[in-house]
């Protein structure tokens, strides 16, 4: 840091330092503090702070940030990264609303960054982090706004970005989309469109599992061996009733050594292929195979119950929906799945945070 830009910085600080009564930590001061080291006892003192007190500082910051140029940049990374951090915490402890607020705070900061940082390793892990942490609480159209600005900062080209709209898409898709079960002739109601807080139409009202496509298929032709991303894709084709298509993408993936989860969703959703083409031998063989990758997981086990009861298998059904309802075994996949990625949150914070120099 140059010596005029920390003149600069220690100028605009002293008035931030003096609006907040004595002996309380302002964020400049914890952000700071998380910048040095101390990022959980920082974080948890962040929490507390008051949203007016945050907000405002926040706005001087940004201010700061962006007359300070590249001098400033750690600062402002250590801010946006002890903010998101205070919302990830918040939003596990329930305050949804808190947790909100906070990454809005963050993005703030993003965007007061000196130009030759956007784009960049931090600012695309945060967007990346704060767009899945949003979808985990189930806010999608806020989720969706912060992936796209993500991905036009980083100027189109990132599988994982790409991905994760995708996800938000194919999440909204799915729920507009009746996707009706063999022994089932009921339709459920449509959900209506999603908005924005401000009540107008929201950019995932056209949400469509071909959009969703859209995005997988160019994650790949970014990263031609992103295995999350050809999963997903055998999904949305059977969304989209493209049986043979899903089950030629799925299938390598089912085969493969490698991680459990993602064979097992890859049996899971073959499984509900065959199913769908009447094949319920396969689909049982599909099902039985998921259930002994993550065994004691309910989806594959009622699944597999149900396909068993179609063969005219009773007792087979009965033991599988019986295992389905006992207690303890490891947490479902799909259960993550539906939730975007959160199990990757962990891991991307600490990324973010080894960032901040």
């Given at each position: 840091?140059?010596?005029?830009g920390?003149?600069?910085i220690?100028?605009?600080s002293a008035?931030l ?14 952000a700071r ?19 007016e ?9 940004a201010?700061l940030f ?7 940049n ?7 990264a002890?903010?998101t ?8 402890d ?18 007061a960054?000196?130009?030759a940082?956007r784009g ?5 892990l945060?967007?990346?982090?704060a ?11 806020p989720?969706?706004d912060m ?11 990132d ?7 995708g996800?938000v ?15 089932s ?6 959900p ?6 401000t009540g ?5 009202g056209?949400a ?11 994650a790949?032709e970014l990263?031609?061996?992103?295995v999350?991303?050809?999963?997903r ?15 030629r ?12 989860r993602l064979r097992?969703?890859a049996?899971l ?5 065959l ?19 993550v065994?004691r997981?309910q989806s ?14 009773p007792g ?7 295992a ?16 975007g990625?959160?199990r ?10 080894s960032?901040?120099?």
């Amino acid at each position: 840091m140059s010596i005029g830009g920390l003149a600069l910085i220690l100028a605009m600080s002293a008035p931030l330092a003096a609006a907040q009564p004595a002996g309380e930590r302002t964020l400049a001061d914890l952000a700071r503090a998380y910048r040095n080291g101390s990022h959980e006892s920082a974080v948890i003192a962040a929490t507390l702070l008051q949203r007016e007190a945050v907000e405002s500082e926040v706005d001087r910051l940004a201010t700061l940030f962006a007359r300070s140029g590249l001098a400033g940049n750690a600062d402002r990374q250590a801010t946006v990264a002890l903010l998101t951090e205070a919302a990830l915490l918040d939003f596990e402890d329930g305050a949804n609303d808190r947790g909100r607020w906070e990454l809005q705070s963050a993005e703030r900061l993003v965007r007061a960054g000196p130009t030759a940082t956007r784009g960049g390793a931090f600012d695309r892990l945060f967007y990346l982090l704060a767009g899945t942490a949003l979808q985990w609480v189930g806010d999608l159209e806020p989720s969706h706004d912060m992936l796209e600005r993500g991905l036009r900062a980083a100027a189109g080209d990132d599988a994982e970005l790409e991905m994760a709209l995708g996800v938000v898409i194919e999440t909204v898709a799915a729920l507009r989309q009746y996707d009706p079960s063999p022994d089932s002739g009921r339709r459920r109601m449509q959900p209506g469109g999603y908005a924005t807080e401000t009540g107008g139409a929201g950019s995932l009202g056209v949400a469509t599992p071909t959009l969703a496509a859209e995005r997988y298929e160019r994650a790949l032709e970014l990263d031609p061996r992103f295995v999350e991303a050809r999963l997903r894709l055998g999904r949305v084709r059977v969304l989209q009733r493209r049986f043979d298509q899903a089950l030629r993408e799925l299938e390598p993936i089912a085969a493969q050594p490698g991680d459990p989860r993602l064979r097992y969703l890859a049996r899971l959703f073959q499984g509900r292929g065959l199913e769908a083409l009447a094949d319920f031998e396969g689909s049982a063989a599909a099902f039985r195979a998921a259930a002994e990758l993550v065994p004691r997981a309910q989806s594959a086990l009622v699944a597999l119950g149900r396909a068993l009861d179609r063969l005219g298998d009773p007792g087979g059904a009965q033991a599988a929906f019986e295992a389905a309802s006992g207690s303890g075994g490891p947490e479902d996949p799909w259960w993550d799945y539906l939730s975007g990625q959160p199990r990757r949150l962990a891991a991307w914070r600490d990324e973010l945070r080894s960032l901040v120099r």
